[in-house]
């Protein structure tokens, strides 16, 4: 997994390629806590994400926690079909936005 961030005035955007498991979501949960803590919204850019596992939904569901403490808003964007079909699988398209 590779994370791309760019960032804007309240903006911050990780873009995100690869594989995203037990291996790799270490690492995606703190680039998400690093940016959560220096910008108000985060966009999660998800077109070169090509699988995410147990631990990778972990780590969303634990940023989709943190950007409602800090009142701020977390999306994921560019999502491919097959990936979509493993958040609305496991039930999370209707707790993480999803664009």
Do not use: P, W
Not at 36 to 46: A, E, G, K, M, N
Not at 70 to 83: A, G, T
Request: charged share 20%; aromatic share 4%; hydrophobic share 45%.
């Amino acid at each position: 997994m590779q994370i791309t961030t760019s960032i804007d005035e309240k903006l911050t955007t990780l873009s995100i390629s690869g594989r995203i498991d037990t291996n790799t979501s270490s690492t995606l949960e703190a680039e998400i806590t690093k940016a959560l803590q220096s910008s108000r919204d985060l966009v999660l850019d998800f077109a070169d994400v090509d699988h995410v596992s147990s631990a990778g939904f972990r780590v969303l569901l634990i940023g989709q926690k943190m950007s409602v403490s800090k009142q701020s808003s977390m999306k994921i964007i560019n999502v491919s079909d097959y990936v979509r079909a493993l958040f609305d699988m496991v039930g999370l398209l209707k707790v993480l936005i999803i664009e």
